[in-house]
């Protein structure tokens, strides 16, 4: 029997996703509930969940084992933020101003704003800056719960800028807890180089970039924005199914504006998700639903835009889908890095269930992003990412929007977050 080297004791109430792999169709809409439980650690590795009654003989502590008293908090699973664009430069707070004002996209983008705006400075940036301004971002997502986030590229669209992106994610490992996971997303615009040459950009990213991605092992997935004036679906499914057979897992940005068949691409070929699907039509449904590709579903897009409409949750869940959660920190259509907040607009506007939400932005969203067997449960086994919450019980979280409930996190075992501050152990 091994020693535990860390307890947390004095749980109110313990709150566990459905499942510790996912959480699909109706199985979403509960959640494993404990009162008066512990939870035991050695190493950053659960080795014990339950009564403190049951402790001595599961799992009992090693000498010099430290202790927290949770003091009758809620505890749940950390966050898992399934979708962000964390490595850019600059903020675009006075485009945001304008379009307050009704100015268009377009207009916009033709007096130098948009998406270039921010390939501009991203390629301008030097490295260690980039890899600041992405640890920054991290303590800010720490500070609302997300313990596990996964990142794109794609503000480069060229190799040398794609390539800084990504190394710096890889910089985070060793200078920050937040577990990131990397994607490679140069196919997120057309660059003004290859202007009007969609299958000739993507041929310099098979050729050129992805090589090199795979030879750093600086991404694990490969992203395409399948989407009306970006790339179409035979595009993206060429693009994708040489993606595939070099190495990588597959990711798609699918139906955000225009239904277009991406999610039904996505399902068939395998993908581990579709993200977005705010236009998705009811037969992408049924095929997405049919398969084990995950829906990463994005509210804060939907109101950041002020677009009117958000992705049909619902309608997936009765379908039997996965639903999962991810804020899509961007520069331009969600500056929104919390996902307690993406956690409300689930409840608000997607019209999640409380405990839909949650599956939503635990398990499943860690589903989503391959991390199912180490994290979004609190499992033996798994990765000790607890969140402990100063709030009566779960439902309150929901109930009471705007407040700062985090009282401690835990990364691996590690206090990272205390009293409502960054902490380092």
Known sequence: MSGADLIVSRIGQLVNPASDRVARGGEAGRLRVERDACIAARDGRICYVGPESGLGSACRPAPGAREIDAGGAVALPGFVDAHTHLPFAGTRQDEF????????????????????????????????????????????????????????S??????????????????????????VVPTFMGAHEIPDEFRGRNRDYLEH????????????????????????????????????????AMGFRLKVHADEFTSNGAGELAARLGALSAEHLIAVSDDEIAALAASDTACVLLPGVSFFLRLGRYAPARKILDAGGIVALGSDFNPGSSM??????????????????????????????????????????????????????????????????????LRLALKSGRVVVRDRRRAEE
Request: glycine share 10%; charged share 20%.
């Open 336 to 405: 929104i890095s919390s996902m307690l907040f993406v956690f409300h607009l689930a409840v608000f506007q997607l019209g999640l269930t409380i405990e839909q939400a949650l599956n939503a932005a635990t398990i499943n969203a860690a589903y989503a992003v391959g991390r199912q067997e180490r994290v979004g449960s609190l499992a033996v086994g798994k990765d000790l990412d607890l969140l402990l919450l100063d709030v009566p019980d779960y439902p309150y979280l929901a109930y009471h929007p705007g407040i700062d409930p």
């Open 154 to 179: 794609g503000y480069g669209l060229d190799a040398e800028t794609e390539l800084k992106q990504l190394r710096a994610l890889r910089g985070l490992a060793g200078s920050h807890p937040l577990e």
């Open 97 to 152: 101003r304008l379009k307050l004002q009704g100015a268009s996209y377009q207009e916009i983008a033709a007096a130098g704003g948009g998406i270039r705006s921010t390939v501009r400075r991203t390629r301008e940036i030097g490295a260690g800056e980039l890899l600041a301004a992405c640890r920054l971002r991290l303590d800010r997502m720490l500070l609302s719960g997300t313990t596990t986030a996964e990142a794109k």
């Open 205 to 244: 990213l098979l050729r050129e970039v992805l090589p090199q991605v795979r030879r750093e092992g600086l991404a694990e997935f490969v992203d395409i924005f399948c989407e009306d004036g970006y790339f179409s679906y035979a595009e993206a499914e060429a693009y994708l199914a040489a993606a595939a």
